[in-house]
């Protein structure tokens, strides 16, 4: 999930914020059904979209990174319209009210209300907060111009509800529009109005049907472009992420590819050294056993679907949040198990490789003529790269072939063989280490599952 580290420090009483240091290169960590929902987003056929709490944060930073100057001409139209409100309240109510202290409390309440608002904007909150409050604005603005216009009893008012009902409606659409388009937008409406007032002012001023075609003709457009701006918004961010995320995905299995596992592995060791955590984490690298010959034999397409096969099966094993399953050569994938140890990784590794046995996909040129995998696995320190690991769990994948394939081989195995325990062939057995010796058990899993754990000196 993307994080905007701006939101809060020393700077939030400043009336801008500095720009999000949020890593725009990370690899975003989306669920298959948040790349769905950026799908529907992106092909337009589902903008109502309903996000899951990481997309929304980072649709919400998105919006954030690009509305920093665009905030800042939201304070800059308040401003001048503040400014210039002598102007246009005199030039909208050409009579002196009966009651102006109605008037001017009630304007200058409003004006209140839309700074409070930019400040709410520049400062950050949730955008539904956002929605709200303007919502509210928007509907008390409607309250107070109609009750100043039909109350005091003036006419020739009719251009004062469609400037107060066009400020919170600009505010709206001024904020978050790229600046080029909040002039354009502004020189438009001051044109709009102009020719309204010269067609209708002077004309007898009851409210007639061109009134309100005229109010719906200036509401109508700004109401339509802010929403085509949210969508138009979302597209793009929907999209960017999309193709973020692609860089990080390997398109035959959907799977995290090898720059997604290293980036992964960078933030959980960031995230250790902050919280000064010494977990052990556990590396697998699982290859498939024979896999040219599949290729030779029935076909690269049959040889995709097989990938593809494995591939669901190894997903189903990154359970916990920071697991991660990463496609990271032709038939090679990578298991990394956050905070797990040797002994623990070692039986989940196994049970996949038991897993793709039993899924018996064909595979002639096998000796039991069913796909199966080698794998070599290692246990992460604190502190040691996943290159290092990774060559660790390379050489023990390379020890796993050697030896007849079909079979996870671990670092510590090797020094089960050394002390002359069963370091044979078989898949099912292997030796874990506790604290640098040889805890001395083997445990054994066979096809259905049933795990024994069999002591060093028991009778084998
Ligand atoms: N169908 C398909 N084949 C691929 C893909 N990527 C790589 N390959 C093939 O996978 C094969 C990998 O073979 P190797 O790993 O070298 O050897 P192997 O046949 O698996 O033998 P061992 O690993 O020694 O058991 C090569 O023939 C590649 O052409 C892919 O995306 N789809």
Request: hydrophobic share 40%.
């Amino acid at each position: 999930m993307l994080v905007n580290s701006a939101e809060r420090g020393w700077w939030s009483w400043l009336p801008f914020k500095p720009p999000s240091d949020a890593d725009d290169s990370a690899a975003p960590d989306l669920a298959a059904e948040d790349l769905q929902a950026l799908e529907r987003i992106v092909s337009g056929r589902f903008h109502t979209e309903v996000l899951s709490p990481a997309l929304a944060e980072s649709l919400r930073v998105h919006l954030g990174h690009r509305t920093l100057p665009d905030r800042l001409y939201a304070v800059l139209g308040l401003m001048t319209m503040t400014a210039v409100a002598p102007l246009w309240i005199y030039a909208a109510i050409p009579h002196p009210l009966q009651d102006p202290v109605v008037v001017y409390g009630l304007l200058f309440g409003l004006l209140l209300g839309y700074a409070a608002l930019t400040r709410f904007l520049l400062v950050d909150c949730s955008h539904r907060l956002i929605d709200w409050a303007i919502g509210g604005m928007f509907m008390a603005t409607v309250v107070c111009a109609e009750y100043v216009r039909y109350s005091e009893g003036f006419s020739r008012g009719e251009l004062t509800p469609s400037i107060m009902l066009v400020v919170p409606v600009m505010m709206l659409s001024l904020v978050n529009q790229p600046p080029t388009r909040s002039i354009g937008f502004v020189i438009c409406y001051g044109l709009v109005i102009l020719l309204f007032d010269a067609l209708y002012l002077a004309s007898d001023s009851t409210p007639t049907p061109s009134i309100w075609l005229m109010q719906a003709l200036v509401l109508g457009p700004m109401l339509v472009s802010n929403l085509l701006r949210q969508v138009s918004i979302q597209h793009e961010w929907a999209a960017r992420l999309l193709l973020r995320s692609q860089a990080f995905r390997d398109p035959l299995t959907g799977l995290p590819n090898r720059r997604a596992l290293e980036d992964h592995f960078e933030r959980v060791q960031r995230q250790q050294h902050r919280s000064d955590e010494g977990s052990h984490h556990y590396l697998a690298l699982i290859d498939l056993d024979r896999f040219k010959q599949i290729n030779d034999t029935y076909g690269h397409v049959r040889g995709d679907q097989v990938l593809g096969h494995v591939a669901l099966i190894l997903n189903r094993s990154a359970r916990r949040p920071f697991d991660m399953v990463a496609r990271i050569g032709g038939d090679e994938f990578a298991i990394f198990l956050y905070d797990c140890a040797s002994i623990d990784g070692e039986a989940r590794v196994e049970a996949l490789l038991r897993d793709i046995r039993l899924a018996r996909l064909e595979h002639e040129q096998s000796p039991d003529h069913i796909v199966t995998c080698s794998a070599g696995g290692c246990s992460i320190s604190p502190g040691r790269t996943l290159t290092d690991s990774m060559r660790v769990a390379d050489t023990s994948l390379y020890r796993a072939k050697s030896n007849g394939r079909n079979q996870l081989f671990t670092g510590s195995m090797e020094r089960g063989q050394r002390l002359g325990l069963d370091g044979g062939r078989s898949s099912r057995t292997y030796y874990d280490e506790g604290g640098g010796r040889a805890s001395g058990f083997t445990i054994i899993v066979n096809d259905a599952g049933a795990i024994h754990r069999r002591a060093k000196d028991e009778p084998r």
